[in-house]
């Protein structure tokens, strides 16, 4: 079975700095794919950046980058330069081979409080 | 905006009563997911729908059952509902594929309240 562990229940961080929100994952299949949602207070779900199993370079989305270490099965979120608008909860899933293709389990979410 | 669209955006029920949610995936995405959102249980998966077929179940009540219409739309039909059905309920699609492949992009979700 899949599982994705979040172990910071909430992080804060100051305006313009870096932050990076931890993700762990546990699976068996080789082929996988690793994505990060953010889900501010209005409680929409918003698509971040993805990282496949197999792709090589770390991802990147304008500030967003995820740190991948396959061997560590770890997919952490680095968000640069922090602006307000970054307050929310952010979600770590993987997406699953075999015969629940495509199905996500989401970790417990990471609240993150960017102060001015 | 997604381009995914769920309606209503709220909805309040008694206990025992039948609701329905609905769901317009993306254009051109034949894949629908459902998924619930409660502060005890976190996202769960419910169910996925291809193309108009299940696809995968995932710990879906046998009270809830789901369809995905011949235009692709989707409807979630929750039944015999009880104080613990509350949640906020996500419809999410994505085409097969794509790039990234199979993102799934969710739609603003349907906040069920039963009392």
């Known amino acids: 079975a899949q599982k994705i562990t979040q172990t910071q229940p909430g992080m804060f961080v100051q305006e313009k700095e870096a932050v990076t929100l931890d993700c762990t994952y546990d699976t068996s299949d080789q082929s996988y794919g690793l994505f990060w949602y953010k889900q501010p207070s209005s409680g929409e779900m918003i698509f971040l950046i993805y990282?496949?199993?197999?792709?090589?370079q770390n991802a990147t989305e304008g500030r967003y980058s995820l740190n991948f270490q396959k061997a560590r099965k770890s997919a952490n979120l680095v968000i640069s330069a922090s602006q307000l608008g970054d307050s929310a909860m952010y979600f770590c899933?993987?997406?699953?081979?075999?015969?629940?293709?495509?199905?996500?389990?989401f970790g417990q979410g990471t609240i993150l409080t960017v102060h001015p | 905006d997604s381009g995914v669209t769920q309606t209503p955006k709220h909805l309040i029920t008694a206990t025992g009563q039948r609701v329905t949610l609905r769901c317009s995936p993306r254009?051109?995405?034949?894949?629908v997911y459902w998924y619930q959102q409660s502060l005890d249980q976190g996202l769960q998966f419910l169910i996925q729908?291809?193309?108009?077929?299940?696809?995968a179940k995932g710990n879906i009540l046998e009270r809830f059952s789901a369809q995905q219409f011949p235009d692709l739309h989707s409807e979630l039909n929750l039944s015999s509902l009880e104080l613990g059905d509350s949640a906020l309920y996500f419809c999410?699609?994505?085409?097969?594929?794509?790039?990234?492949?199979?993102?799934?992009?969710f739609g603003p979700g349907t906040r069920l309240t039963v009392l």
């Open positions: 729908y291809y193309n108009g077929e299940e696809r």
């Open positions: 254009s051109g995405d034949l894949s």
């Open positions: 899933a993987m997406r699953s081979g075999g015969t629940s293709y495509g199905k996500l389990t």
């Open positions: 990282q496949g199993s197999y792709d090589e």
């Open positions: 999410a699609s994505s085409v097969v594929g794509g790039a990234p492949p199979d993102t799934q992009y």
